[in-house]
C-alpha cells in the first residue's frame, strides 16, 4: 500500500490550497485517514483527521481546513482556506488501513506549502 500526496506549492496569506492524497495496493478497510504537518524546527503535529465517526481538526485550523473523504478512489482531501504564514510545513498524509498484512500505519511522501504574508 503507498500514499501518494500533491497539491501543495505557494500561496499568499489568505488564499487556498487544496491537498490531495490517493492509496494504493490491496485495502479491505480503512480505519482512518488524515493529514499532519511539520513546520520548520517543529515537530510533527495533526491538523485533521477523518474516521466512520467523524472528524476532528486542530484548534489552529478550524474553521478555515476541512478534510473529506473520497471512498471509491481511496482519497483523502485537505481543502485549506484563509491560509496563514504559520500554516507553513510539509504537510505529510497518514492512514490506518487493513490489508492482506493486517492493521498497518503508513505515511505518504510530505508536500510542502509556503504561505507568504
Known amino acids: 500500500v503507498q500514499l501518494q500526496a500533491s497539491g501543495g506549492g505557494l500561496v499568499q496569506a489568505g488564499g487556498s490550497l487544496r491537498l490531495s492524497c490517493a492509496a494504493s495496493?490491496?485495502?479491505?478497510?480503512?480505519?482512518?485517514m488524515g493529514w499532519y504537518r511539520q513546520a520548520p524546527g517543529k515537530q510533527r503535529e495533526l491538523v485533521a483527521v477523518?474516521?466512520?465517526?467523524?472528524?476532528d481538526y486542530a484548534d489552529s485550523v478550524k474553521g478555515r481546513f476541512t478534510i473529506s473523504r473520497d471512498g471509491a478512489k481511496n482519497t483523502v482531501i485537505l481543502q485549506m482556506n484563509s491560509l496563514k504564514p504559520e500554516d507553513t510545513a510539509v504537510y505529510y498524509c497518514n492512514a490506518d488501513f487493513y490489508t492482506p498484512l493486517g492493521r498497518n500505519d503508513y505515511w505518504g511522501q510530505g508536500t510542502l506549502v509556503t504561505v507568504s504574508s
Open positions: 477523518i474516521t466512520s465517526g467523524g472528524t
Open positions: 495496493g490491496t485495502i479491505f478497510s480503512i480505519n482512518r
